[in-house]
């Protein structure tokens, strides 16, 4: 079983759209929380991150944190056709073993249909 | 302020080859830490470096190795390729504790292995 489960998608959606993106992960050490947006042929770049529990909201997105159920979620409100692109969650916690290293998420393949 | 920059972009080599990788860090960071993606594992953490010293480092073969400069510019060097070494190589900057701070992705180096 892997740290960090992402559903691959592809996730096609028309513009305009409510998009909601997940993960679940079994690591109750984690405090740190990604997600990463990354084009075709792109590097990642990141959107949101949190820490601990809660919810944080930037914009059009908005990150929710439940780590008593272990599971995170990204909410894109009147997704775009820009958006289109694969979401990457990420995850962290303090401690040396874990310096720099972060865990990802397999991805999720988002298509905003004009 | 100039992003995270790494060289070749692209690399074709064969079996039992090797090859060197680089990444110039933000200026001013000095947390770099080296990330494998493919389409079926993800992206996987390589190892990361700090004063040109290696804090943490995954599970790959020994085969892959890094090394930071004083000026935190990184190189990470693969021997004796495989042809499951094919993948995007990306690196990413942090100022000192990329677990707690944004990680800035470069946009990686794509290696074919033949």
């Known amino acids: 079983q892997k740290e960090v489960e992402q559903d691959p998608g592809p996730l096609s959606v028309p513009e305009g759209a409510i998009v909601s993106l997940n993960c679940t992960y079994s690591?109750?050490?984690?405090?740190?929380f990604m997600w990463y947006r990354q084009y075709s042929r792109k590097g990642p770049e990141l959107l949101m991150y949190?820490?601990?529990?809660g919810n944080k909201e930037d914009g059009r997105f908005t990150a929710q944190v439940d780590k008593s159920s272990k599971y995170i979620s990204l909410f894109i409100r009147d997704s775009q056709p820009s958006d289109s692109a694969t979401y990457l969650c990420a995850m962290s916690w303090d401690g040396s073993s874990n310096t720099g290293k972060l865990i990802f998420g397999q991805g999720t393949t988002l298509q905003v249909k004009p | 302020k100039a992003g995270v920059t790494q060289t070749p972009r692209y690399l074709i080599k064969t079996r039992g080859q090797q090859v060197t990788l680089s990444c110039s860090p933000i200026?001013?960071?000095?947390?770099v830490s080296w990330y494998q993606q493919t389409p079926g594992q993800g992206l996987q953490f390589l190892f990361e470096y700090f004063s040109e010293t290696q804090r943490n480092k995954g599970n790959f073969p020994g085969r892959f190795s890094g090394r930071q400069f004083s000026n935190s510019r990184s190189e990470m060097n693969v021997s004796t390729l495989e042809l499951g070494d094919s993948a995007l190589y990306l690196c990413?900057?942090?100022?000192?504790?990329?677990?707690?701070?944004?990680?800035?992705f470069g946009p990686g180096t794509r290696l074919l292995v033949l």
């Open positions: 690591n109750s050490a984690f405090q740190y």
């Open positions: 200026s001013g960071h000095r947390s």
């Open positions: 990413a900057s942090s100022f000192s504790d990329p677990g707690r701070e944004t990680q800035y």
């Open positions: 949190t820490y601990s529990s």
